[in-house]
């Protein structure tokens, strides 16, 4: 820790949170959640890195601004969770590894890096919570967990289906990477969901093609009518026991809630259902996690920001949960 920036009491070999009864939660470094850099601790079980690429996006740009927006909003989250009764920075211990540096005129070598960077931080053990960026980088994220793990199942949450096959012709965008996914076969097929689907599409054949592509769809139409507790039995009757990787996409939640975003959409998730649907996944196994396509030039009095910080903290917390019930420190 740096001088003068004494941690929360934890557990020994965990090193928390900055105490904000020391240091205001407004000052000094914009680390996720004011944790410890990586090189500031001896061992990681979760790095939070950040992303900032946004040249795969199809309407507003502006993610590449997303991981210092979510990090600066992070600075209220606080280091116990009623919700889920767990301390999700001392079960574990969790550090914030910077961004991965990539190129913002060339999709490919993007691509590449954001693998190779992902690749060399899971080296060492952690899981990752990254912080994009616009999806496109779910696809190099997603090649690292399937050499980890084999095929994951992808529970992924946006307004959009994110299985399309080209845009203007070029097959790497923020709109196509889980049919490149499952067509490289990184994805379980059996057990992958989309969760918030909502909107116009392009074509009658969307939906079977997706399904086709290994993921069953849960639309926010359905769990309106529904009901939240039905749509979450769905959820984890279709995960089971398989890894699940989880990838949020916050416009999967109504533009009142999340209005920083690229591609907005009517008639979202709220936040709180949102933060229902990921608590529900504590007892299963989340290998690793992203959140992206928060564009903090549309935001407003850091809604999306704060939005997005609350959903990396449910998904750590979910992660505590699940280390918790399987290790004893
Ligand atoms: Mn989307
Ligand atoms: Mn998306």
Redesign the pocket.
Known sequence: MPDGFPADATPPGTVGPVDASQVPRFAGPATFARLPRIDEVPNADIAVVGVPFDSGVSYRPGARFGPSHVRQASRLLRPYNPALEIEPFAVQQVVDAGDIACNPFDIASAITEVEAGAKALMASGPKLLTLGGD?TIALPLLRAMAERHGPVAVLHF???L?TWDTYFGSPYT??TPFRRASEEGLIDLHHSMHVGIRGPLYSTSDLPDTERLGFATLTCAEVELQGLSAAVDRMRARLGDAPIYVSV????LDPAHAPG???P?AGGLTSRELLTMLRALADLDVVSADI??VSPAYDHAELTGIAASHVAYELLSVMAHQRRSTHVR
């Open positions: 999806h946006d307004a959009h994110d923020h709109g996409d916050i416009d999967v975003t690229g591609t959409e992206v396509e």
